[in-house]
Structure formats: structure tokens, C-alpha cells
């Protein structure tokens, strides 16, 4: 363990998607252990809100940079300016992505999934393209967050596990290419945290009072899981794991386990 405690002293590490939701944990978790944390978002003012708040507190630092993780050119440009502000990155965490609504295939267009892999999935290949060079030397890592969906699937969200499913084979693959530089690359695939999405998905249904508490009730724990506890997983992974590359580790307070009711009949009746 670092100097005083913190875990990740004096290390540099990049957020996408860290204005919120998992990432702001991821963020948060990284900053309170040390670390020079890189982050971005499409939206300005949730991000420089995010950083004055993160450096207040220290006693690492955070800067924040508008990026669109759709566009290749912005992605390449996070990487270079994370490498231009501090020389050096030690960490990678693609967490950008969004979930669309849950429907059936037949109201998802071909260009609905287009548009979710390159945003899911595309935007984890590009940043890690141009981020490689850059770790290799450090020989630091990658943290990929996918979906426990990725394995169980999902009820009206094909879209969303196709993209869920690739981050995590892409992990499995990158690792075995990026072991002889010393670079390792992992997943976290979180169940149901509560998160902003979370929240905007419940609203879209009914009864989203009904939609939350069956959300907890999903998992053994009875409960979501926590940003911050997805940002300690990250931590634990970039850290102190060091013998670890191409897993894909459950966050998921056990939803995964024990039989359940699942025939749609007998949902319905």
C-alpha cells in the first residue's frame, strides 16, 4: 500500500463517461486514494461541477474534458490530452454507454444498434487503441465495465446485451495481446446499481415505485449496489490484483444465483 494510506498514489488514471453514475464513483474512489484522475462527459456543466467538488477534497486531483465517446476523433483527443497533462496514464476505465429502453427486436431499427455498439462498445475499442501506447510503458491497465447481462441476458434489451456481450469477449481478447508489454485488462460487470439511468429507466414505466423495489428484490442483498462500490471494485482491480487479467468480475450482489420464476406464463398469470 502507498504512503499514507492511498492506494493509488501518485498514479494517473482516465474516467469516460465519469460525470455520473458508475463513473463519477469510479472518479471519486480514484481521487480519494491519490490519484490524478482524467475524466470526461458530453455535458460541460456536470463535469466541471464534478471536478470542483472532487478537488475541494483531494487528495488527488481531477480534470474534466468535454469528449463525445461516438466520435472517434474525440476519443483520440481525450487520450492525447490526458497524456499531455500528465505524461503518463497508468489506468484506463471505459465506462461510457447509455441503456435504451426496453422493447421488443421488432421496434429496434438496424441503425439503433449501430449507433449503441459505437457507443457501448466502439468508443472501449478506440479508447484503449490510443491509450495502449501510453500503458505499455507504464505497464498499467485497463478496466472494461460491462453487464452481468452480458451472461444472463435481459428482458426487451437485445440491443443493449449485444454490446454488453462484446465488451467482455473484447476484454478476454485484449488481454491476451497486451500480456507481453506487462498490460493487463479486466471487466467489472455490475448488476443493479442505482444510478441516474437506473432512475430515468424506472420513470419510464407505469408504476416506477414497482420497478425500483423489484430492482432490489433482484438481488440476494436486497438492495442496489452503490456507484462507489463499483468504483472500489475498479480500484481493487487497478491496485491490488495484480495477478489478474482477462476477468470479468461480478458485481451483482448475488442476482446471478438461485432459481427463480422465470416462464413468462407464469409471470403473467
Not at 41 to 54: A, M, P, Y
Not at 160 to 184: C, H, M, N, W
Not at 228 to 247: K, P, S, V, W
Amino acid at each position: 500500500m502507498a504512503a499514507g494510506g492511498l492506494r493509488y498514489k501518485d498514479k494517473v488514471t482516465l474516467v469516460t463517461g465519469g460525470s455520473k453514475g458508475i463513473g463519477r464513483g469510479c472518479v471519486e474512489v480514484f481521487v480519494r486514494n491519490g490519484s490524478t484522475v482524467v475524466f470526461c462527459s458530453r455535458g460541460e456543466s456536470e463535469g466541471k461541477r464534478l471536478e470542483e467538488e472532487v478537488n475541494a477534497n483531494g487528495p488527488g486531483q481531477a480534470f474534466f474534458i468535454q469528449c463525445d465517446m461516438a466520435k472517434e476523433e474525440d476519443c483520440k483527443n481525450l487520450v492525447e490530452k490526458t497524456v499531455k497533462l500528465n505524461g503518463r496514464i497508468d489506468c484506463l476505465i471505459n465506462n461510457a454507454g447509455t441503456h435504451p429502453s426496453h422493447k421488443p427486436i421488432d421496434q429496434f431499427s438496424g441503425e439503433d444498434l449501430r449507433e449503441l455498439l459505437n457507443i457501448n462498445l466502439v468508443s472501449f475499442f478506440l479508447t484503449s487503441k490510443y491509450a495502449l501506447p501510453h500503458l505499455r510503458k507504464t505497464q498499467g491497465n485497463i478496466i472494461n465495465v460491462s453487464s452481468v447481462v452480458n451472461t444472463l441476458g435481459q428482458h426487451y434489451a437485445t440491443t443493449y446485451v449485444s454490446t454488453k456481450g462484446g465488451i467482455s469477449a473484447f476484454t478476454r481478447g485484449l488481454a491476451i495481446d497486451e500480456a507481453k508489454y506487462g498490460v493487463r485488462v479486466n471487466t467489472i460487470s455490475p448488476g443493479n446499481i442505482w444510478t441516474p439511468l437506473w432512475d430515468h429507466l424506472a420513470k419510464t414505466t407505469d408504476n416506477p415505485n414497482e420497478a425500483i423495489e423489484r430492482g432490489k428484490d433482484s438481488q440476494l442483498l436486497g438492495r442496489f449496489g452503490t456507484a462507489e462500490e463499483c468504483g472500489l471494485a475498479c480500484l481493487f482491480l487497478a491496485a491490488d490484483a495484480t495477478f489478474c487479467t482477462g476477468i470479468d468480475l461480478n458485481l451483482t450482489g448475488g442476482a446471478e444465483l438461485n432459481y427463480g420464476v422465470k416462464n413468462p406464463s407464469a409471470i403473467s398469470k
